[in-house]
């Protein structure tokens, strides 16, 4: 039987002109570290290489990174979708100016940790795959800041997610196992929920594009069921991001795993969860937000409290830190609680800041332990005559982290104050200030005792005490673990003196976010 | 249909949050699995439920022209389905590594990570 041969006009149903070039920065960091990931995984026997793949693929995904964010700034926000089927049937991949400036901030973090782990991932376990896990859990996180759909959005999530799996349980330790239980129960029932939501959210306004939703659901005739899978997200999302009371795992877990693991896990994951929530609560779902606010400030101000307090009890650094992220998820979902401009701004701001700062403390743990042997604040000290170098990166990482002035904290904690007093949220305001001050108690501690004591507990200030077993000397350090470390904190620095860029982005973004028009019109373009 | 399946897929998540509230690892794990099929029928059945009407377009025309089955669904399933099912690969080595390395599968029992008496951080300055 002779096929008849019918005309089919394509431009009803697909993108029919090329794509323009600069619209393929879009798609590049995914498919980069997914190409730079495989080719890793075939240098399985001769890890030495791997590094150097690793470090060339981050570095070409900042390179898109930076020309993306160029792009989005200079001609709006861009769309791509996959397989040029027309919106809002194909995948999209949309670009706000909160997307590309996380997705540049998470490969510059991803880049530090891989330098980072040249010298401190030992052989047998790059082996085990630590370089295309690293760059598999970079894919996940761009393509969750990237993406346009609520499905893919999923998607991303379970890929961030089981690379960091892998991770988590690199060196096949006892207590690794036992972090590695807890971090993926818990997390992939958080997915599971985000999944569920979605397919309600489905059911509701028959489409998974997320400029599609924004329209749809403000021509539905009842809030309910919209109010209703606002409260999953927000449920789903803060279990992701770890705040006040699902925030448990993290504890439990972010102390076990290989510190640059740590450190990468503590800088881009929690965060994807804050970034999601900034989606789903302030583009697709405003009418949920405003019916939350007061609820999301209320848990805004306990994981802040947790998340100080919590610093404040600990003896181990490691969990010290991971207390430290507890409290900057907080002061994001505070920004989200406010929701005015500039508080959604100041959220921005510090999830940026946040990224930076977390993977530059973690990193930082693992330098002061090579120098002392120690994660204890007992046992630790002595390294301010061991390392004045390292005690001045410490000491700026640490005020940056408590938001003192000119670091980069500060101007986010800035922007959050201020659109709290403005939006008539004083309390919010108050909580994100007195999280403040028992956060800069909490590192003042920490750096008092491992940078200022001179050794262990009982030692006098500045009295150099006994070398202690298995630590190193300052010149023994290696050139792969000063190099994060300076280039972070000069980052931080460089950021917190100039912040008036950064603040145009985050402004941007939070403009973006608040009014969807713009979104809109990107991903449909003339069609409505 | 549609309600025959929303009491069925409410059953199967009050069975999985059972189970993943209980102390032993392998009930949270079954728990897990449940879990990850009670999403797909809610999925499937948010899609809206149609028989034998394949999603089929005929010739000459942009559009079918009957209502069909809604395909989307399906691939979200399908999807859905193999992320879960590698999960739950996971998991399961996970369970039993876990089993062998602390020699036990009662999670208040599990205090590698936190131990119970832990030294109280310095006082003071």
Same mark, same amino acid.
Request: charged share 10%.
């Given at each position: !039987?002779?096929?008849?041969?019918?005309?089919? &006009?394509?431009?009803?149903?697909?993108?029919?002109?090329?794509?323009?070039?600069? &619209?393929?920065?879009?798609?590049?960091?995914?498919?980069?570290?997914?190409?730079?990931?495989?080719?890793?995984?075939?240098?399985?026997?001769?890890?030495?290489?791997?590094?150097?793949?690793?470090?060339?693929?981050?570095?070409?995904?900042?390179?898109?990174?930076?020309?993306?964010?160029?792009?989005?700034?200079?001609?709006?926000?861009?769309? !791509?979708?996959?397989?040029?089927?027309?919106?809002?049937? *194909?995948?999209?991949?949309?670009?706000?100016?909160?997307?590309?400036?996380?997705?540049?901030?998470?490969?510059?973090?991803?880049?530090?940790?891989?330098?980072?782990?040249?010298?401190?991932?030992?052989?047998?376990?790059?082996?085990?795959?630590?370089?295309?896990?690293?760059?598999?859990?970079?894919?996940?996180?761009?393509?969750?800041?990237?993406?346009?759909?609520?499905?893919?959005?999923?998607?991303?999530?379970?890929?961030?997610?089981?690379?960091?799996?892998?991770?988590?349980?690199?060196?096949?330790?006892?207590?690794?196992?036992?972090?590695?239980?807890?971090?993926?129960?818990?997390?992939? /029932?958080?997915?599971?929920?985000?999944?569920?939501?979605?397919?309600?959210?489905?059911?509701?306004?028959?489409?998974?594009?997320?400029?599609?939703?924004?329209?749809?659901?403000?021509?539905?005739?009842?809030?309910?069921?919209?109010?209703?899978?606002?409260?999953?997200?927000?449920?789903?999302?803060?279990?992701?991001?770890?705040?006040?009371?699902?925030?448990?795992?993290?504890?439990?877990?972010?102390?076990?795993?290989?510190?640059?693991?740590?450190?990468?896990?503590?800088?881009?994951?929690?965060?994807?969860?804050?970034?999601?929530?900034?989606?789903?609560?302030?583009?697709? !779902?405003?009418?949920?937000?405003?019916?939350?606010?007061?609820?999301?400030?209320?848990?805004? /101000?306990?994981?802040?409290?947790?998340?100080?307090?919590?610093?404040?009890?600990?003896? &181990?650094?490691?969990?010290?830190?991971?207390?430290?992220?507890?409290?900057?998820?907080?002061?994001?979902?505070?920004?989200?609680?406010? *929701?005015?401009?500039?508080?959604?701004?100041?959220?921005?701001?510090?999830?940026?800041?946040?990224?930076?700062?977390?993977?530059?403390?973690?990193?930082?743990?693992?330098? !002061?332990?090579?120098?002392?042997?120690?994660?204890?604040?007992?046992?630790?000290?002595?390294?301010?005559?061991?390392?004045?170098?390292?005690?001045?990166?410490?000491?700026?990482?640490?005020?940056?982290?408590?938001?003192?002035?000119?670091?980069?904290?500060?101007?986010?904690?800035?922007?959050?104050?201020?659109?709290?007093?403005?939006? &008539?949220?004083?309390?919010?305001?108050?909580?994100?200030?007195?999280?403040?001050?028992?956060?800069?108690?909490?590192?003042?501690?920490?750096?008092?005792?491992?940078?200022?004591?001179?050794?262990?507990?009982?030692?006098?200030?500045?009295?150099?005490?006994?070398?202690?077993?298995?630590?190193?000397?300052?010149?023994? /350090?290696?050139?792969?673990?000063?190099?994060?470390?300076?280039?972070?904190?000069?980052?931080?620095?460089?950021?917190?003196?100039?912040?008036?860029?950064?603040?145009?982005?985050?402004?941007?973004?939070?403009?973006?976010?608040?009014?969807?028009?713009?979104?809109?019109?990107?991903?449909?373009?003339?069609?409505? | 249909?549609?309600?025959?399946?929303?009491?069925?897929?409410?059953?199967?998540?009050?069975?999985?949050?059972?189970?993943?509230?209980?102390?032993?690892?392998?009930?949270?794990?079954?728990?897990?699995?449940?879990?990850?099929? @009670?999403?797909?029928?809610?999925?499937?059945?948010?899609?809206?439920?149609?028989?034998?009407?394949?999603?089929?377009?005929?010739?000459?025309?942009?559009?079918?022209?009957? @209502?069909?089955?809604?395909?989307?669904?399906?691939?979200?399933?399908?999807? @859905?389905?193999?992320?879960?099912?590698?999960?739950?690969?996971?998991?399961?080595?996970?369970?039993?590594?876990?089993?062998?390395?602390?020699?036990?599968?009662?999670?208040?029992?599990?205090?590698? @990570?936190?131990?119970?008496?832990?030294?109280?951080?310095?006082?003071?300055?």
């Amino acid at each position: !039987m002779a096929v008849t041969q019918t005309t089919v &006009d394509t431009a009803a149903a697909m993108v029919t002109e090329a794509v323009p070039l600069a &619209d393929w920065l879009l798609v590049a960091p995914v498919l980069l570290t997914m190409a730079g990931g495989a080719t890793a995984i075939i240098f399985r026997k001769k890890s030495f290489v791997q590094p150097w793949i690793a470090i060339a693929t981050i570095s070409l995904v900042i390179l898109s990174n930076i020309g993306l964010l160029n792009h989005v700034l200079t001609n709006g926000v861009v769309t !791509m979708v996959m397989g040029s089927w027309l919106p809002p049937f *194909g995948i999209a991949f949309t670009a706000d100016p909160l997307g590309a400036l996380l997705a540049l901030t998470a490969s510059i973090a991803t880049l530090c940790v891989a330098i980072f782990a040249i010298n401190s991932i030992a052989e047998n376990e790059r082996r085990y795959g630590f370089y295309p896990f690293l760059l598999m859990l970079l894919c996940g996180v761009s393509g969750s800041f990237l993406t346009g759909d609520v499905f893919n959005l999923y998607v991303w999530f379970e890929v961030l997610l089981i690379s960091s799996f892998g991770m988590q349980i690199l060196g096949n330790e006892k207590i690794q196992i036992d972090g590695a239980v807890k971090y993926a129960v818990l997390n992939l /029932i958080a997915t599971t929920l985000l999944l569920t939501t979605t397919g309600l959210l489905y059911g509701l306004v028959g489409t998974l594009n997320m400029a599609d939703i924004a329209g749809k659901i403000k021509a539905l005739d009842s809030s309910g069921p919209v109010l209703a899978i606002a409260a999953l997200y927000f449920l789903a999302f803060a279990m992701k991001a770890a705040a006040f009371p699902v925030n448990f795992w993290l504890p439990a877990s972010y102390h076990t795993p290989r510190l640059v693991v740590a450190a990468i896990f503590a800088g881009l994951l929690t965060k994807v969860g804050v970034y999601a929530l900034l989606r789903v609560m302030v583009l697709l !779902m405003p009418e949920g937000r405003d019916w939350l606010a007061s609820l999301i400030g209320l848990v805004a /101000i306990a994981t802040m409290l947790t998340g100080s307090l919590g610093a404040l009890a600990q003896t &181990d650094i490691r969990r010290l830190m991971g207390y430290l992220v507890i409290a900057g998820i907080g002061a994001m979902l505070a920004g989200i609680a406010v *929701g005015n401009e500039v508080a959604i701004s100041g959220a921005i701001f510090y999830a940026m800041h946040s990224v930076l700062i977390m993977t530059a403390l973690y990193l930082l743990v693992a330098f !002061m332990f090579q120098m002392s042997g120690t994660f204890s604040l007992r046992d630790i000290g002595g390294l301010y005559i061991r390392t004045p170098l390292g005690a001045a990166i410490g000491l700026v990482l640490l005020l940056a982290v408590a938001g003192l002035p000119p670091f980069t904290g500060f101007w986010a904690k800035l922007l959050l104050v201020a659109g709290a007093l403005e939006a &008539d949220r004083g309390w919010v305001a108050a909580g994100v200030l007195v999280s403040g001050l028992l956060t800069t108690i909490a590192i003042g501690r920490l750096w008092i005792f491992a940078f200022w004591r001179g050794g262990n507990e009982h030692t006098m200030d500045g009295i150099q005490a006994l070398p202690i077993a298995g630590s190193s000397d300052a010149s023994e /350090i290696s050139w792969s673990i000063w190099l994060p470390l300076l280039a972070l904190t000069a980052l931080i620095v460089l950021i917190g003196v100039m912040p008036e860029a950064l603040m145009s982005i985050s402004d941007n973004g939070a403009r973006t976010l608040l009014d969807p028009t713009e979104y809109i019109r990107s991903v449909f373009g003339g069609i409505r | 249909m549609e309600t025959l399946f929303a009491v069925l897929i409410g059953i199967l998540f009050a069975g999985s949050i059972y189970l993943l509230l209980s102390r032993k690892l392998v009930r949270i794990l079954i728990g897990i699995a449940i879990l990850g099929n @009670a999403v797909n029928l809610l999925i499937f059945t948010a899609g809206r439920l149609t028989r034998d009407v394949p999603p089929i377009i005929p010739e000459n025309s942009y559009f079918p022209l009957e @209502a069909t089955a809604n395909p989307l669904p399906q691939a979200l399933v399908l999807t @859905a389905i193999v992320i879960s099912f590698s999960f739950l690969a996971f998991f399961l080595v996970l369970g039993y590594r876990t089993y062998q390395e602390l020699g036990t599968d009662d999670l208040l029992e599990m205090r590698v @990570a936190e131990p119970k008496e832990h030294s109280e951080p310095p006082q003071g300055y």
